[in-house]
């Protein structure tokens, strides 16, 4: 069965910190990981989506890939309390769009 | 990414009926899919609804309870039928778009069975 895991949280960082957001995935055979930013009450909106290893950069954001550790990583930036939100990772095999969903992780950005 | 919009965006309903819900995108996409997000829980893949033909279920889910229909590139529907409590949820149309088969949701539908 495909697991993709992460801690459910909540993460409390200050503003202006950097928030790290982790998720690990069990299928070696996933090829397209993804970051979705859920506010309450509102649907998921995509933030980035990685396939290679390394890091991709996007303004405030950088995703990291380790295939070799199945493990892929948020990071943001001078955290704003507008990033306040629940974090989903979403991994996609084969053809990749098919995901499969993490719990997620609620993010605190703190005055 | 495209404009995707679902009717309704919000509805009690009562145990036993049937609720359709409809999802319109403003471009043709090949790859239309269904998701549901039940109270405090991740995202799970219902179907992906097939333009032309049958919608392929994923593991759990039934056409009988959850009937779809894709008259076309630009619009889907899916039916939650004969409701229980369990079935209170959000329903997510979503569609594959641009680089990297990734995926947009729409705004949702926020279904409380009562």
């Known amino acids: 069965q495909k697991e993709v895991e992460q801690n459910s949280g909540p993460l409390s960082v200050p503003e202006g910190a950097i928030a790290s957001l982790n998720c690990t995935y069990s299928d070696r055979g996933s090829q397209s990981f993804f970051w979705y930013r859920q506010y309450s009450g509102k649907s998921p909106e995509l933030i980035m989506f990685i396939y290679s290893n390394g890091d991709k950069e996007d303004g405030r954001f950088t995703a990291q890939l380790n295939k070799a550790s199945q493990y892929v990583s948020l990071l943001i930036r001078d955290s704003q309390p507008s990033d306040s939100a629940t974090y989903l990772c979403a991994v996609g095999t084969g053809g990749g769009n098919k995901l499969t969903f993490g719990t997620g992780t609620q993010l605190k950005v703190e005055l | ?114």
Do not use: H
């Not at chain 2, 590139?73 to 594959?96: A, H």
């Open chain 2, 1 to 114: 990414s495209a404009v995707i919009s679902q009717k309704p965006s919000r509805d009690i309903c009562q145990r036993g009926t049937s609720l359709t819900i409809q999802c319109q995108v403003d471009s043709q996409v090949t790859m239309m899919f269904w998701y549901r997000q039940q109270p405090g829980q991740s995202l799970t893949l219902i179907a992906t609804a097939n333009q032309g033909s049958e919608a392929t279920y994923e593991s759990g889910f039934v056409i009988d309870k959850f009937p779809i229909s894709r008259p076309n590139l630009t619009f889907s529907t899916l039916t939650v039928s004969n409701m229980s409590p369990e079935d209170s949820s959000i329903y997510l149309c979503s569609v594959e778009q641009g680089a990297g088969n990734t995926i947009y949701f729409g705004e949702g539908s926020w279904l409380t069975v009562v």
